[in-house]
């Protein structure tokens, strides 16, 4: 995976894309794991990439856990293959609407126990070492109206996807995961992108959120978001993609068999 950023991962001035590593240990259900860290007491940088299974879109998220103050992050997505609005018949559905599930990946401010290339911590002192990012994992459910071009869901049964640092005294639902996301309404436009509003179950505004979807079937749909101070702790925000295959088409999530179910059988 290679990675332009906006500075301080990369020593060669004359290839401004930072080769990162494949990092199995971090991967998160869907989603590949990549890593980057030029010397023990440079940032390192945690890194998700993943495609819908028809290859329509690609969704990529990338961030240093912090360092002197600042941590650098940001996400993309594209589709891989150009979208037309499906109509009916391709959909399956005499409504236009039809749903998207599977998992989300995301990437924090939040330092973790790490896989960090650290020196004797004897001889440096602790304000110099970079923290490596804390991770989340959890499960997102889109609807889409492909009629009236518009689209809402939720992301939920959201966890670390790698171990915090004890100092961090996160909130947790009464299932012990992390607070949901609510993606509110949001339009589509004529190349099937669409932006809205991020918040909690309370409708309290966290963030922003937007996506693409890909192909003449609208097969996929990769998207981001951004939040911040949404899980109790002050500063803590969060980048994060989710790249889901649209439920009945092959692929898709088994959560999909609840979709539009046949109930004569």
Same mark, same amino acid.
């Given at each position: 995976?290679?990675?332009?950023?906006?500075?301080?991962?990369?020593?060669?001035?004359?290839?401004?894309?930072?080769?990162? *590593?494949?990092?199995?240990?971090? @991967?998160?259900?869907?989603?590949?794991?990549?890593? !980057?860290?030029?010397?023990?007491?440079?940032? &390192?940088?945690?890194?998700?990439?993943?495609?819908?299974?028809?290859?329509?879109?690609?969704?990529?998220?990338?961030?240093?856990?912090?360092?002197?103050?600042?941590?650098?992050?940001?996400?993309?997505?594209?589709?891989?293959?150009?979208?037309?609005?499906?109509?009916?018949?391709?959909?399956?559905?005499?409504?236009?609407?039809?749903?998207?599930?599977?998992?989300?990946?995301?990437? =924090?401010?939040?330092?973790?126990? *790490?896989?960090?290339?650290?020196?004797?911590?004897?001889?440096?002192?602790?304000?110099?070492?970079?923290?490596?990012?804390? =991770?989340?994992?959890?499960?997102?459910?889109?609807?889409?109206?492909?009629?009236?071009?518009?689209? *809402?869901?939720?992301?939920?049964?959201?966890?670390?996807?790698? =171990?915090?640092?004890? &100092?961090?005294?996160?909130?947790?639902? @009464?299932?012990?995961?992390?607070?949901?996301?609510?993606?509110?309404?949001?339009?589509?436009?004529?190349?099937?992108?669409?932006?809205?509003?991020?918040?909690?179950?309370?409708?309290? &505004?966290?963030?922003? !959120?937007?996506?693409?979807?890909?192909?003449?079937?609208?097969?996929?749909?990769?998207?981001?978001?951004?939040?911040?101070? &949404?899980?109790?702790?002050?500063?803590?925000?969060?980048?994060?993609?989710?790249?889901?295959?649209?439920?009945?088409?092959?692929?898709?999530?088994?959560?999909?068999?609840?979709?539009?179910?046949?109930?004569?059988?």
């Amino acid at each position: 995976l290679s990675v332009d950023i906006s500075g301080l991962d990369q020593t060669n001035s004359e290839y401004p894309l930072a080769a990162y *590593n494949r990092t199995p240990v971090l @991967d998160v259900p869907g989603y590949l794991a990549f890593t !980057y860290q030029d010397d023990p007491l440079d940032r &390192h940088f945690t890194a998700f990439v993943a495609q819908d299974f028809a290859q329509t879109v690609q969704g990529a998220v990338a961030s240093d856990g912090g360092q002197f103050n600042i941590y650098l992050s940001g996400a993309t997505f594209i589709a891989l293959e150009a979208f037309v609005n499906p109509t009916s018949s391709l959909t399956g559905s005499e409504s236009g609407l039809v749903s998207y599930a599977g998992t989300y990946a995301g990437v =924090t401010n939040m330092g973790a126990v *790490n896989e960090l290339l650290l020196p004797p911590t004897a001889t440096v002192d602790s304000g110099l070492l970079p923290r490596q990012t804390l =991770t989340v994992q959890g499960q997102i459910f889109l609807n889409v109206d492909f009629g009236d071009n518009s689209i *809402n869901g939720r992301i939920y049964d959201r966890s670390w996807g790698n =171990t915090p640092q004890p &100092h961090y005294t996160p909130t947790y639902d @009464d299932d012990g995961f992390l607070p949901d996301i609510v993606l509110t309404v949001a339009s589509i436009n004529d190349a099937g992108e669409f932006y809205g509003d991020a918040q909690t179950g309370a409708q309290v &505004h966290i963030g922003s !959120y937007g996506g693409v979807f890909g192909g003449a079937n609208a097969e996929g749909v990769a998207g981001a978001i951004f939040v911040g101070d &949404h899980v109790g702790v002050d500063n803590a925000n969060e980048y994060g993609i989710f790249v889901l295959t649209q439920c009945g088409l092959t692929g898709d999530d088994p959560i999909c068999v609840t979709v539009n179910p046949d109930y004569d059988n």
